[in-house]
């Protein structure tokens, strides 16, 4: 059986390490390990392992990006009602599968900021998925389809941190599962922010 080329094991070993000891323990020399090539590989690959951070997020998490750039790009169609409630659908997974990951930066705060510089460089970062659904918003509000004064920022901030919340806050019942399933939260979570915006 021949072995899937060196990218794909490094981005599915990152995958992988991320999400079981976080990425802050995840370490270049480890995953260039547990994907069976040396650390140089990883780097001819990789710039960096945020590089590889967003690799994984991008290729290996629920897609919100492409999405929301498809939505903002075409706005009319579909109705905003299920549009956003796609959005949170997508927004929920993606933070459900991205927050273990991400979590261990925050116990260090010099790595974190290392980390939030690296990733400025490449142009990513947790406020990315904002801006785009914001600039679906604003699409829909030149389409006259949301209401002209509706403040399309705080819109999607808060679209998107209930969907962020709805990954963290539930970890620690003892089900571990949210009250709603995540069908039945993304639709009353789109038509509570619509209600504010439309």
């Given at each position: 059986m021949q072995l899937p080329p060196a990218r794909v094991r490094i981005v599915d070993a990152a995958h992988e390490l991320m999400h079981t000891i976080g990425l802050a323990r995840a370490t270049t020399k480890e995953i260039a390990k547990a994907a069976g090539c040396s650390e140089a590989a990883l780097y001819k690959h990789f710039a960096s392992k945020e590089d590889l951070f967003v690799k994984v997020l991008n290729e290996r998490l629920p897609q919100l990006g492409p999405l929301v750039s498809r939505l903002a790009a075409e706005p009319g169609e579909g109705s905003v009602e299920e549009n956003l409630t796609e959005i949170a659908r997508q927004a929920a997974l993606f933070y459900a599968e991205s927050f273990p990951i991400a979590a261990s930066l925050y116990a260090d705060p010099q790595l974190k900021r290392r980390h939030d510089d690296a990733l400025r460089e490449l142009g990513s970062g947790p406020h990315v998925p904002i801006e785009g659904v914001d600039a679906y918003l604003r699409a829909?509000?030149?389409?006259?389809?949301?209401?002209?004064?509706?403040?399309?920022?705080?819109?999607?901030?808060?679209?998107?941190?209930?969907?962020?919340?709805?990954?963290?806050?539930?970890?620690m019942t003892e089900t571990g599962q949210p009250p709603q399933p995540l069908p039945e939260?993304?639709?009353?979570?789109?038509?509570?922010?619509?209600?504010?915006?439309?």
């Open positions: 829909e509000q030149r389409a006259g389809r949301i209401a002209s004064g509706a403040d399309t920022y705080a819109a999607a901030s808060l679209l998107l941190g209930a969907c962020a919340l709805r990954a963290f806050a539930y970890d939260f993304a639709l009353a979570t789109a038509r509570a922010v619509l209600r504010g915006i439309a």
